[in-house]
């Protein structure tokens, strides 16, 4: 039993940073659909949404990030401003999946925005761990 409770503790300290990503990452996600899905059904563009809800979501998530997942909290202005260079990268990409998604694969807008954020938050980890939040 003390092996099982060790091996767990070893997987959730390697771990720890992908999974408090994942939720919190899950909670921007969850603003950035809210604030895309509600410009969608008030007839506006699902691109100029998608910018919108993208920027809604950079924010939510480099809050929560900063404070709560890595701790880190030196040279805010500076790591925001990565996070955000980072977060237009995510932009593009999703405008880009998006406007192919819908327009020459006919996807329903909710559905193909749901495919981009799975896509473009594990794209972001991997690029904030290692840039933005480096120690």
């Known amino acids: 039993m003390a092996e099982i409770i060790t091996f767990i503790k070893t997987q959730y300290a390697r771990y720890r940073q992908l999974f408090l990503y994942g939720i919190i990452g899950g909670i921007s996600a969850f603003v950035d659909f809210c604030v895309y899905t509600l410009l969608c059904k008030m007839g506006i563009s699902y691109l100029f949404s998608n910018v919108i809800s993208v ?14 997942n890595f701790k880190v909290k030196d040279k ?60």
């Open 76 to 135: 805010a202005k500076l790591r925001f401003l990565s996070f955000y260079i980072i977060g237009l990268i995510g932009l593009a990409i999703s405008s880009g999946m998006l406007y192919l998604a819908i327009s020459y694969y006919h996807f329903n807008e909710i559905y193909a925005k749901v495919l981009t954020i799975i896509v473009v938050a594990l794209f972001q980890f991997v690029l904030n761990k290692f840039i933005t939040f480096r120690k």
């Open 55 to 68: 920027h809604c979501g950079i924010i939510c998530s480099f809050l929560l990030n900063r404070s709560y």
